[in-house]
């Protein structure tokens, strides 16, 4: 008798244990969302060891025109889509003759027909370019630089360091619209 109760006992045991491992349901896979503008990087170490990093949201053309249309003339850009563009420069640099200290900064562009005003601001972490106009007193830097047409299409918005004889070329391009930035090393 012990032992069929044992048994009765271990057996129901049994039965209810399976019956709440079979009721637990797999895990799922949670992947990522895709971004319409993926995060995108480009980065260059030069011959001093001075590290640049340029980190951007990356926009697709999708069939638009986008300078004078998407992105209009005249007008403030974040160089790129969601957060601001930040460029890093370990050591202090010069771009377009003009001394870049050393740090972390928000990339700005104007874009014109055949020019644009490149804004290198302190304020990190914003958003677009939607509270330029409240940080813009923290602007360190502007160069204008003319734009140049691309042999190819870029569809994405497109950044890339070309090493150059005196140091480096920071080159934005878009499009057929492209501009080069030419950066300076001070311990040359």
Do not use: H
């Amino acid at each position: 008798m012990t032992r069929a109760l044992f048994c009765i006992f271990f057996l129901g045991l049994f039965l209810g244990s399976s019956q709440v491992l079979l009721s637990q349901e797999s895990p799922k896979l949670i992947s990522p969302r895709p971004k319409a503008s993926p995060l995108a990087m480009a980065s260059f170490l030069a011959e001093d060891n001075t590290y640049l990093k340029v980190t951007y949201g990356q926009p697709m053309m999708k069939s638009r025109r986008i300078f004078g249309n998407l992105v209009p003339y005249g007008e403030i850009w974040r160089l790129g889509a969601n957060e601001a563009t930040e460029i890093t420069a370990t050591k202090d640099i010069k771009i377009d003759k003009k001394t870049l200290p050393a740090g972390t900064y928000t990339m700005f562009a104007i874009p014109e027909d055949g020019q644009w005003t490149i804004i290198f601001n302190k304020v990190l972490g914003q958003w677009g370019a939607y509270k330029y106009d409240e940080n813009k007193s923290e602007n360190i830097l502007s160069v204008r630089m003319p734009t140049d047409t691309s042999e190819d299409i870029y569809e994405g918005l497109t950044m890339f360091f070309e090493q150059t004889r005196k140091g480096a070329e920071l080159i934005i391009v878009w499009e057929r619209s492209k501009i080069a930035l030419p950066i300076t090393f001070l311990d040359r």
